[in-house]
């Protein structure tokens, strides 16, 4: 996707704000994202998951790696351990794309 563009339309939460961990995994391989608005891990490294992109672009997740957060592909992701079985489906917003 373009710089500034929105990977989706839709995303799943465990609440309203998006805060809550839906789960928690181990990087399968190491990963570079394309630029700040994804989160880069190491294999083995712990990835918290905040939220899950669906529609256009399901193979993205948002979540967090010590104090970074960004974007990753999910299929790099091992789960071991579920916080929330609870998956709103809310609209995305424009801040959810952009580099901090």
């Not at 309203?16 to 181990?26: A, D």
């Not at 071991?80 to 794309?97: A, G, I, K, Q, R």
């Amino acid at each position: 996707p373009e710089r500034g563009r929105r990977f989706a339309e839709r995303k799943r939460c465990a609440d309203l704000e998006c805060s809550m961990l839906m789960c928690r995994g181990k990087a399968m391989r190491d990963f570079k994202g394309p630029d700040c608005r994804f989160v880069n891990f190491k294999k083995g490294e712990a990835v918290y998951v905040y939220y899950k992109l669906i529609g256009e672009s399901t193979e993205l997740w948002a979540g967090s790696v010590g104090s970074d957060f960004g974007y990753f592909p999910k299929d790099l992701l091992e789960i071991n351990h579920n916080y929330s079985n609870e998956e709103l489906e809310l609209p995305t917003d424009e801040t959810d794309f952009v580099c901090f």
